[in-house]
C-alpha cells in the first residue's frame, strides 16, 4: 500500500516539530515548541525544508543562537537536504501569553523565592568591609555550583559596586518581555545587575527607597526560572540593601567572607550579626586570601590567621547555633586574573589551590536536598 503525499508531508511536518523540541529558547531554558515561539512549519519532497520562529523582541541578543541551534537539529534528520529558518517577531497579544504561560495570570510580579513550598536555596554572601574578594567568592561558588549540574542564579545586590557580569563572563545584555526580565546567562549562571542598566561606567547614585526598589525589581521581575541555588553578592557592612534583602528574603541565609586579619574579623562579626535583627540564619564563614603559595613550595600568611575562626566561634555564641568554618581560600593571583577574564578559576583551573577550596565549599552548598523542611506551607491547625 503506498503512501499519499500528503500524509508523507504531515509526517515529515511532525517530525521536524519534534526535533524542534530538543531546541531551547537560550534565556528561559524551555522548548522553543513548548512557548509558541515555532510559526511554521513547511516540508518540500526534495528535502528542503523551511522552519519560521518568532523571536520574543525585535532586538532578541541571542536570535544567531537560536536560529544556529534550530538548523542544527533539523538538519540533523535523515532525508532533509536544506534547512531555511525565517525569524519573525512575537505580537503584543503573543507576548501576553508567554508570560501568562511562565508566571501565571497574575497582577503585579510576585518574588518566587517568597513563595510557600519554593525550593530554592537563597544565600546572601555578606562581608564586614570591601576588599576582601568577597564577589571573586561568590561568582566561583556560582560557576562551581553551575558545574555540578544544578540550575544557579546570581543577583548581584552591590548596586554601587557591581562587578559580577564581568567576572562571570557576560557579554549580552537582559531582554524585557513585557513585565518580565529575561537574565543572561554566562559559564551556566543566569545573572542580572544594575550595571546591565547603565550606560558604560556611570557611578549609580541612589539612596534606600531606590535601592529597595530596584533589589524589589530584580527579585520580583526577572525570570529566574526554577533555581536550585540564587546567590547574592551584598554590598559590604550592613547599610540598607541587606536589611531591605531581608525584608524581602526572610528566609534567605547568610554567607559570610572575612581575611584572616583581626582587624576585618571583628568587621565581619558585624555583617554576620546582623542575623541577630533579621531572623536569618547563617549558613557558614568562608576566610579568604588565607595563605600565599612561594615559588619554594612554602607558605606565608600575609594577613596572619585565625580570622575566619574567630569569627564562626563568635558568630556561633551570639546566634546561639553552630556557624561552621566552611573553607580557607589560599591567595592565588590566578584568581582575580580569572576574574578579569571573565573564566572563573574553579572552572578554568579547577585544580589550582584556591579553586579546590571553592569547589568544596560550593558542594557543600550543594549537598543539602530541596526539601520543604523549614518552607512555609498553606495550612493552618484546625
Not at 534547512?83 to 510580579?109: A, H
Not at 513550598?117 to 544565600?123: E, Q, W
Not at 525589581?217 to 551584598?234: I, M, N
Not at 534567605?252 to 546582623?274: C, D, F, K, M
Amino acid at each position: 500500500m503506498t503512501t499519499t503525499p500528503t500524509h508523507q508531508y504531515a509526517l515529515a511536518t511532525e517530525t521536524v516539530r519534534k526535533a524542534l523540541s530538543e531546541v531551547l529558547d537560550p534565556e528561559i531554558q524551555r522548548p522553543i515548541t513548548d512557548l509558541g515561539m515555532v510559526k511554521e512549519i513547511a516540508v518540500s519532497p526534495d528535502g528542503a525544508v523551511l522552519v519560521g520562529i518568532y523571536l520574543t523582541v525585535s532586538g532578541c541578543p541571542l536570535r544567531e543562537k537560536i536560529t544556529a541551534d534550530a538548523t542544527a537539529a533539523v538538519s540533523a534528520l535523515p532525508g532533509v537536504r536544506d534547512v531555511r529558518i525565517e525569524l519573525d517577531v512575537m505580537s503584543d497579544e503573543q507576548r501576553t501569553e508567554l508570560r501568562k504561560s511562565l508566571r501565571g495570570d497574575t497582577g503585579e510580579p510576585d518574588i518566587p523565592f517568597t513563595r510557600p513550598g519554593s525550593l530554592t536555596r537563597v544565600y546572601c554572601v555578606a562581608s564586614g568591609k570591601g576588599g576582601v574578594g568577597k564577589s571573586s567568592v561568590t561568582v566561583n561558588l556560582a560557576a562551581a555550583m553551575a558545574a555540578r549540574g544544578l540550575s544557579v542564579g546570581v543577583l548581584d545586590a552591590d548596586i554601587h559596586g557591581h562587578s559580577v557580569p564581568r567576572m562571570l563572563g557576560v557579554t549580552t545584555g537582559p531582554t524585557r518581555v513585557e513585565k518580565m526580565i529575561m537574565p543572561p546567562r554566562a559559564n551556566g549562571v543566569k545573572v542580572i545587575s544594575v550595571g546591565m542598566f547603565t550606560s558604560g561606567n556611570a557611578p549609580v547614585m541612589w539612596r534606600g527607597p531606590l535601592l529597595h526598589r530596584a533589589l524589589q525589581q530584580f527579585l520580583s521581575e526577572v525570570y529566574w526560572g526554577d533555581l536550585d541555588v540564587l546567590l547574592l553578592d551584598l554590598p559590604p557592612g550592613t547599610g540598607d540593601i541587606p536589611i531591605s534583602l531581608a525584608q524581602l528574603l526572610p528566609d534567605s541565609e547568610i554567607l559570610v567572607v572575612t581575611t584572616p586579619q583581626a582587624a576585618a574579623a571583628e568587621v565581619a562579626e558585624r555583617a554576620g550579626a546582623i542575623a541577630l535583627q533579621t531572623g536569618q540564619r547563617v549558613t557558614g564563614v568562608v576566610e579568604n586570601m588565607s595563605w600565599l603559595r612561594l615559588p619554594d613550595g612554602s607558605t606565608t600568611r600575609l594577613f596572619g590567621s585565625g580570622g575566619g575562626r574567630t569569627v564562626a566561634d563568635s558568630l556561633s555564641l551570639a546566634l546561639g547555633t553552630e556557624v561552621p568554618l566552611l573553607g580557607q581560600v589560599p591567595m592565588d593571583p590566578l584568581l582575580g586574573e580569572a576574574g578579569d577574564a571573565g573564566a572563573p578559576l574553579v572552572l578554568s583551573d579547577p585544580e589550582a589551590p584556591a579553586a579546590v577550596v571553592l569547589r568544596g565549599i560550593a558542594e557543600g552548598l550543594s549537598v543539602r536536598p530541596r526539601g520543604l523542611a523549614g518552607c512555609r506551607l498553606p495550612v493552618s491547625p484546625s
